[in-house]
C-alpha cells in the first residue's frame, strides 16, 4: 500500500443515505465515508477542512442522487494494493441500474478462482457509490455486506433501478 504525505481535504455532504464523509488529496478524490455503519470514519485531525477543494465531488455526487448523473468524471485516488486497485476500478464498469455477482467480478478481473479476495477487496473500496461496489451481490441474487449498511445498499439499488427505467423516486433509506 502507497502512503501519500500530500494534504488531505474533507468535507461532508448531506445525501438522502445520511451525511457522506469525502476526502481528496492533490491527486483526486481518496475516501468516501457512510455516517453510520461498520466501516464508519471520523477525519484525521491533520485533514483540512476544505469545501472547495471538495466542490468536484460534491457536485457529481448531487448530481448521482438527484438521478441526473449514471457515471462519475473524477480524479480519483483511491489508496490500496494493486489488486485492490484492479477490482476498485473494475467496479466503475459496471453498468448504472444493474448488478452483477462477485463471482462475474472476479472473471472480469481474470482470475475467476479468486472470489472470496475480490470480495475482500470490494469490502474495502475506500470510493463506495463512485466505485460501485453496492452493485455487487451474491450469486444466488442475495444483498450481501455493504460498508454502508443494507439498507443503504437497498436505496441505491432501487433509486438506481427506478431511474434507470424512467420512474420517479422518493424513497428514503431506512
Same mark, same amino acid.
Given at each position: 500500500?502507497?502512503?501519500?504525505?500530500?494534504?488531505?481535504?474533507?468535507?461532508?455532504?448531506?445525501?438522502?443515505?445520511?451525511?457522506? !464523509?469525502?476526502?481528496?488529496?492533490?491527486?483526486?478524490?481518496?475516501?468516501?465515508?457512510?455516517?453510520?455503519? +461498520?466501516?464508519? +470514519?471520523?477525519?484525521?485531525?491533520?485533514?483540512?477542512?476544505?469545501?472547495? +477543494?471538495?466542490?468536484?465531488?460534491?457536485?457529481?455526487?448531487?448530481?448521482?442522487?438527484?438521478?441526473?448523473?449514471?457515471?462519475?468524471? !473524477?480524479?480519483?485516488?483511491? !489508496?490500496?494494493?494493486?489488486?485492490?486497485?484492479?477490482?476498485?476500478?473494475?467496479?466503475?464498469?459496471?453498468?448504472?441500474?444493474?448488478?452483477?455477482?462477485?463471482?462475474? !467480478?472476479?472473471?472480469?478481473?481474470?482470475?475467476?478462482?479468486?472470489?472470496?479476495?475480490?470480495?475482500?477487496?470490494?469490502?474495502?473500496?475506500?470510493?463506495?457509490?463512485?466505485?460501485?461496489?453496492?452493485?455487487?451481490?451474491?450469486?444466488?441474487?442475495?444483498?450481501?455486506?455493504?460498508?454502508?449498511?443494507?439498507?443503504? +445498499?437497498?436505496?441505491?439499488?432501487?433509486?438506481?433501478?427506478?431511474?434507470?427505467?424512467?420512474?420517479?423516486?422518493?424513497?428514503?433509506?431506512?
Amino acid at each position: 500500500m502507497t502512503i501519500s504525505h500530500d494534504t488531505i481535504w474533507y468535507d461532508y455532504l448531506p445525501t438522502p443515505i445520511g451525511s457522506l !464523509l469525502l476526502a481528496a488529496d492533490t491527486q483526486g478524490l481518496r475516501d468516501v465515508w457512510f455516517e453510520t455503519g +461498520k466501516h464508519r +470514519k471520523d477525519p484525521d485531525p491533520r485533514w483540512q477542512r476544505n469545501a472547495a +477543494k471538495l466542490a468536484f465531488a460534491r457536485q457529481q455526487l448531487e448530481e448521482y442522487f438527484a438521478g441526473e448523473r449514471q457515471t462519475f468524471d !473524477l480524479p480519483l485516488h483511491p !489508496l490500496g494494493t494493486p489488486f485492490q486497485v484492479q477490482v476498485w476500478h473494475t467496479l466503475a464498469d459496471i453498468p448504472y441500474g444493474t448488478t452483477i455477482s462477485y463471482a462475474e !467480478l472476479a472473471r472480469r478481473i481474470g482470475q475467476p478462482l479468486a472470489v472470496r479476495a475480490v470480495g475482500a477487496a470490494n469490502g474495502r473500496n475506500p470510493l463506495p457509490i463512485v466505485l460501485p461496489c453496492h452493485r455487487v451481490i451474491g450469486s444466488d441474487g442475495s444483498l450481501t455486506g455493504f460498508g454502508g449498511g443494507l439498507p443503504t +445498499k437497498r436505496f441505491l439499488l432501487a433509486m438506481e433501478d427506478q431511474i434507470a427505467h424512467g420512474d420517479l423516486f422518493g424513497q428514503q433509506a431506512t
